[in-house]
């Protein structure tokens, strides 16, 4: 077997069990923390928009070519329409954008974007940077939005939930799973 096979394994069933599991974890919390971050793709700039609950769970993962208020409007459509409620609370960076957008698409939350409120969302993008290092950038947006919609949802199967458990369980836990 190899590489190029679990490559397309990965391509044609990655979605359908990311699908699955989307399905069956259920809506997210009622805060979302939203924040963009410039990817390169192909030599230009883009924004990935990410969208965390107050949990750390990834709700949803968009890649735009545009940082403007339709764009945080689309992705805030997307993001409803995937979870099926609208969040309590929505925290978002300074930008301005994320004002029109809001009002037009979430007007019942309430939006929070005092310094640091939104921190959350700035270290989940941690993973998706090392993750893009390592596999020396992407080639094109449909791949970048293919894989770290597949990433995220796998992601959360697998992040353990610190904040839910003492610490003592939490070190049995990670040397169980690196046992097995």
């Known amino acids: 077997m190899s590489y190029e096979t679990i490559r397309r394994w990965c391509i044609r069933f990655g979605p359908i069990y990311a699908n ?16 963009e971050v410039f990817v390169r ?24 070519t545009r940082r403007n208020s339709k ?3 689309r992705f805030f459509r997307r993001l409803l329409k995937r979870q099926g409620q609208a969040p309590r609370r929505l925290i978002t960076d300074k930008l301005p954008r994320y004002r029109p957008a809001h009002r037009e698409e979430i007007p019942g939350a309430v939006h929070d974007s005092r310094q ?22 992407f080639k094109s947006i449909g791949h970048a939005q293919r894989f770290l919609a597949v990433y995220g949802t796998l992601q959360n199967l697998f992040a353990v939930p610190r904040h839910l458990m003492r610490a003592k369980y939490y070190r049995t836990f990670r040397a169980r799973a690196l046992i097995q």
Request: charged share 35%; glycine share 8%.
């Open 41 to 64: 793709i192909d030599g230009q700039l883009r924004y990935l928009y990410r969208a965390v609950d107050q949990d750390g769970q990834v709700l949803d993962i968009l890649v735009q």
């Open 71 to 73: 764009a945080a409007a």
């Open 116 to 137: 640091y409120a939104n921190n959350r969302a700035e270290v989940s993008h941690e993973a998706t940077r090392q993750r893009e290092r390592r596999m020396r950038r």
């Open 20 to 35: 699955r599991l989307r399905k069956r974890s259920g809506p997210g919390g009622d805060q979302w923390f939203v924040d």
